[in-house]
């Protein structure tokens, strides 16, 4: 059975810096095209940043750019999001997202992910 389990998700100072984990079991992380969205209290869930399989692609929404990386460690199936800069607008619940197709490609839509972790909840204050 997939699971993907998130963590590091705690409350933060705005400015400070947090380090987002996704772990995987039960398939080969390695080999997947994985995500990162968030959803904010009363909003859609949105798309973060995504990676491609082999670490090497990565694309981000314009309100993280510059702020977040997306990076991977593969032998650990673990898929990672740096974030810095915080804002009180990131604020939400983050979930990774896991698709399991052949292609080495980047995807950027909620529907084109097969599995999904339960998320961890950040909280930037002011």
């Known amino acids: 059975q997939v699971q993907l389990v998130e963590s590091g998700g705690r409350s933060v100072q705005a400015g400070g810096s947090l380090k987002l984990a996704c772990e995987g079991s039960?398939?080969?992380?390695?080999?997947?095209?994985m995500g990162w969205f968030r959803q904010a209290p009363g909003k859609e869930r949105e798309f973060v940043a995504a990676?491609?399989?082999?670490?090497?692609?990565?694309y981000y929404a314009d309100s993280v750019k510059g702020r977040f990386t997306i990076f991977r460690h593969n032998t650990k199936d673990t898929v990672y999001l740096q974030m810095t800069s915080l804002e009180p607008e990131d604020t939400a619940v983050y979930s990774c997202?896991?698709?399991?197709?052949?292609?080495?490609?980047?995807?950027?839509?909620?529907?084109?992910?097969?599995?999904w972790g339960q998320g961890t909840q950040v909280t930037v204050s002011s």
């Open positions: 997202a896991g698709h399991s197709g052949s292609v080495n490609t980047i995807y950027t839509e909620q529907a084109q992910y097969i599995y």
């Open positions: 039960g398939g080969a992380l390695s080999s997947w095209n």
């Open positions: 990676i491609d399989w082999g670490g090497i692609g990565t």
